[in-house]
């Protein structure tokens, strides 16, 4: 066709709307092909946005009717073994005024569309149940716009921001991206649990829309390495459970069972006692790290959010960086507009943005933290058993002398892993995260 | 030629439900979508433009919101779009909407006279049939409902020719235009649209009619110009399948174990037995 945009976007997802927002309104001509029915329908992920990335595209979000479930005022974290729980719990006053919406939870199908419908109102066009099959390119290897599976459906683009996520099967078609290792991505599994708003609050210790957020580790993983959560919404919870693909395949496990086994443990099934499974949803995670981060621009294209493997592991960090690396990804697009030039020599500066940027060095900081979790499979078996064990040792009073109790709690971690493995794993920890 | 499609909005009835306390729909949170049966009508009126040339309107009666079955109208290749929307047109039961359309098609064939207007053969959330027949009779149209194929029009002699579902097998008639076609879903297939087209869609006007503007009485519309209103609603009960019994390893075996369950109720076992004793 003969008409030609400025930039077209792939994926209306928290990436590709963020770009398409900043653009549209510079007055940039700008369309933003899904694939799904609408933005939202083929997304998934845990439920936590949060607002200081979302106020950089929508400064009064709060104001504009976006669909929060629970602003987060307590976080916490989780360490499962079979039968036990140990957990550290961090809720602070300031997280319900100062730092409100600091983190706050959404489903994707609301939250997807009211993000979208932003971008609408500010100019950019939605075209929804179109699938991005291939990149156009002009005879030196430009990319000049996209090919979709609609009848006449080549577009023509100045620019092409590939916002597909991490299942794109563009990155497989047209090599922009290194197709995914079952080793660089995890598969969660979520199920939304519908309970009244009251129950939840009183389970919770919440009340007035706000909500707690619990990562869990342990052995809830069957010895895989992964995590799962629990999120409040409103009137329902989202429990999630996801382990590393390759560690799937060679466990031969299968995802629902996993969780139907999580919904049992004594810690979380009186949370979610009497609740109606509502939906259940599967993803891929990027969790491959920085090394697994593609380059992120070429001549005429960026790519951004998923796409690109963004996402912190170890802080279960994704929408953020998403949103984040979306605006930068638009921000350039201005810059190469104003110099009329898309080559990779005006699009590299995405890369410095991007480096300079918290999602990048975050990522370059933890860049050990995927092959420690990788090497250190005690972390999902034998630890979790063994620190429980140890703890019930120090907590059972039947006037045994608390020197045998303490000999005996660390015997029951030693018993379990050597003190040169334990002494490892809090070496490799550290370096991991330095 | 000119062909007018009523197209209506419905909620996607896949996901309504009935709240079991007041009997009424629950619409909150239900997607729209447009009434699959007219959107087979407009696929059929755009494959009988494309074979004899004609130009193709398509009419809503709804809310402001209820222009998305328009756009999409407008992205499968109808020319142009017409939302009538009026606060009076609230509430209208089929006497009313077929009202309300049959004046919106007289007005645009003051313009263009329309030979042939198709709708589907019913919406999906009320399920009356009555739209289309009411339409026909307000404006003297030829009839031709539960339409499965068109088989001819003939612009000289301004007759058409069509197979339509009766009981038990088709009729094939033939009459004169101008007509109404109401349809089924199986004479064809609705197109994708082309990329251009969808991109067109969302920039291209929707003209907005009133009341006024297409010449109703107040009286006519909406609630006040409808005598029907729904009494109540119920659900419908749910019928699970029974049990079975396999017999691929012999009948006598799979009955004594269907009489044997059966027995083991001890209300039927006992009723069985006074009814013998009578």
Known sequence: ?434 | MHFAVCIKQVPDTAEVKIDPETNTLVRAGVESMANPYDITALEEALRLKEKYGAKVTVLSMGPPQADSVLRQALSMGADDAVLLSDRAFAGADTLATSYTLSKAIETLGRVEPVDLVLCGKQAIDGDTAQTGPGIAARLALTQFTYVIEVQWIDLHKRRLQVRRKVEGGFEVILGPLPALLSVELELATPRRASLPMLINSFRAPVTVWNAETIGASAALVGIKGSPTWVKAIASPQVHRAGPRWDAAQGVRPAVTAALDTLFSDEDFAAGFLKGWKV
Not at chain 1, 41 to 57: H, T
Not at chain 1, 134 to 157: E, F, N, S
Not at chain 1, 223 to 245: C, D, E, K, Q
Not at chain 1, 293 to 306: C, E, K, N, S, T
């Open chain 1, 1 to 434: 066709m003969e008409e030609k945009f400025d930039a077209a976007i792939v994926g209306a997802g928290p990436a590709g709307i963020s770009a398409a927002c900043i653009l549209a309104e510079r007055g940039v001509k700008v369309i933003v092909l899904e694939r799904g029915e609408y933005p939202g329908s083929k997304n998934m992920f845990g439920g936590v946005l949060y607002g200081r990335s979302l106020e950089r595209i929508i400064p009064d979000f709060a104001q504009k009717n976006c669909p929060i479930e629970r602003n987060i005022v307590e976080s916490r974290l989780s360490y499962l073994s079979e039968e036990s729980s140990i957990s550290l719990t961090y809720r602070d006053q300031a997280f319900f005024e100062k730092l409100q919406n600091n983190a706050f939870t959404v489903g994707r199908a609301k939250f997807d569309r009211w993000f979208a419908d932003q971008a609408r109102a500010r100019g950019a066009l939605l075209v929804c149940s179109t699938v991005v099959t291939d990149l156009l390119r002009d005879g030196a290897g430009r990319v000049v716009g996209v090919k979709t599976d609609r009848a006449d459906g080549d577009l023509r683009a100045r620019v092409v921001l590939l916002a597909d996520g991490v299942n794109s099967p563009l990155a497989a078609k047209t090599g922009f991206r290194p197709e995914v290792k079952p080793g660089n991505v995890a598969l969660a599994v979520k199920e939304l649990i519908g309970l009244p708003e009251e129950v939840i609050d009183e389970r919770f210790g919440v009340s007035a829309g706000n909500g707690v957020t619990n990562e869990i580790l342990g052995n809830v993983t069957l010895g895989m390495n992964g995590v799962a959560f629990l999120y409040t919404n409103r009137r329902s919870v989202s429990l999630g459970i996801g382990a590393n693909l390759s560690d799937f395949a060679r466990e031969r496990v299968r995802p629902y069972e996993m969780i139907e086994r999580l919904k049992l443990h004594p810690a979380i099934s009186p949370l979610i006692k009497g609740g109606k499974p509502l939906e259940y949803l599967a993803h891929w995670l990027p969790e491959g790290g920085f090394a697994t981060v593609p380059r992120l621009f070429g001549d005429g294209f960026l790519i951004a959010g998923d796409s690109a493997m963004l996402f912190n592991a170890l802080h279960r960090e994704g929408s953020n960086l998403a949103m984040a690396s979306g605006r930068l990804a638009a921000e350039t697009i201005l810059e190469a507009m104003g110099k009329n030039d898309f080559s990779s020599r005006t699009l590299q500066s995405y890369g410095q943005r991007m480096e300079e940027s918290f999602v990048l060095k975050d990522l370059k900081k933890y860049r050990r933290f995927p092959s420690f979790l990788e090497t250190h499979r005690e972390l999902f078996t034998n630890l979790p058993r063994g620190a429980s064990a140890a703890i019930r040792e120090i907590l059972t009073v039947d006037e045994t002398p608390k020197k045998t109790r303490r000999r005996a709690a660390f015997e029951a971690i030693r018993g379990r892993m050597t003190s040169l493995r334990l002494l490892r794993l809090i070496w490799d920890a550290w370096r991991s995260v330095r």
